[in-house]
């Protein structure tokens, strides 16, 4: 599975040479750091101790395979959308 984050501002990205995937993953980077805070602080206080760091492309392998994506013949692209000047 290849993983290939774009984060660019839509203004001065070439959208005619970006080569698109068969299978594109769309998601919410903002909501995704959201869910991902709310779940540390809630378990790191239940179970009284540090939670690693999340690895994200193992992330957006199992993203793909709950969505049903099989196969390695295929190439999944992974396209992480923000609002926020955080990621900027």
Same mark, same amino acid.
Request: charged fraction near 15%; hydrophobic fraction near 60%; charge should be neutral.
């Given at each position: 599975m290849l993983v290939c984050l $774009?984060? &660019?501002p839509m203004n001065? !990205?070439?959208t005619n040479n970006i080569k /698109?995937?068969?299978n594109v993953i769309i998601a919410d980077a903002d909501y995704i750091d959201r869910v991902a805070f709310d779940l540390i +602080?809630?378990?790191e206080r239940? $179970?009284?101790r540090r939670i690693q760091p999340a690895d994200m &492309?193992? /992330? &957006? +392998?199992? $993203?793909a395979l709950d969505g049903? !994506?099989?196969g390695a013949s295929t190439r999944h692209? !992974?396209? !992480?959308s923000t609002t926020s000047s955080r990621w900027r």
């Open positions: $774009i984060f &660019a001065t !990205l070439d /698109w995937s068969e +602080v809630n378990f239940m $179970i009284n &492309a193992q /992330w &957006a +392998v199992c $993203i049903g !994506l099989r692209r !992974l396209c !992480l």
